[in-house]
């Protein structure tokens, strides 16, 4: 498991150009809007490129977003699509029984008879709840409910999760168990 001091966790994603003076859509990821704007620099996920914000809004549906040194669409339109993190370490830890997605990502995850299904390749939510997408060594990804009856335990220090799956969970077959870590 990487340090937290190296990991990054996603904050935002720059959308299109927003007027012609530079500012930008921004799709926030947290229960919060404009909380991507409280950490200060945000980063690429690389490190090669930061971003301050001076100014944001909410309008509508997106969050309206004016990074300093960003002074006309020209600049704004070449940002579409950029990410935005922080250091894992700058967030608060969280509460018992909360979840970073960070860091349940590479999870690996066990079933009830301890075998090994896959790792936890993202957290996903389609608009009905919180699902965990598991790529198994081979096949397919596939999805869990991120809830306490499908993943009753979940041990970060060992790096697993536990999951209690009805007998019929796949009913197109199990996934094969994984020996180690997935092959990309």
């Known amino acids: 498991m990487t340090s937290s001091d190296d990991r990054k966790v996603l904050m935002a994603r720059i959308g299109a150009a927003h007027g012609i003076r530079g500012e930008v859509r921004v799709k926030p990821f947290g229960s919060d809007p404009l909380s991507f704007a409280d950490y200060g620099t945000l980063v690429t996920k690389d490190g090669s490129r930061s971003f301050e914000v001076e100014k944001v809004r909410v309008q509508k549906t997106v969050v309206i977003t004016r990074f300093k040194g960003l002074t006309d669409r020209n600049q704004a339109e070449e940002l579409n699509g950029v990410e935005l993190y922080i250091s894992r370490d700058q967030l608060p830890e969280p509460e018992e029984d909360e979840f970073y997605y960070s860091d349940l990502t ?25 699902l965990l997408e598991v790529r198994p060594q081979r096949g397919n990804t596939f999805y869990i409910p991120f809830t306490k ?8 220090a060992e790096g697993q999760v536990r999951v209690d799956l009805p007998e019929d969970y796949f009913s197109e077959g199990a996934p094969e168990p994984s020996e180690g870590a997935p092959e990309r």
Do not use: R
């Open 106 to 130: 590479g999870l690996a995850v066990i079933d009830q008879g301890g075998e090994t299904l896959g790792k936890i390749a993202a957290v996903q939510d389609f608009g009905a709840g919180d």
């Open 149 to 156: 009856d499908f993943v009753p335990e979940i041990n970060l």
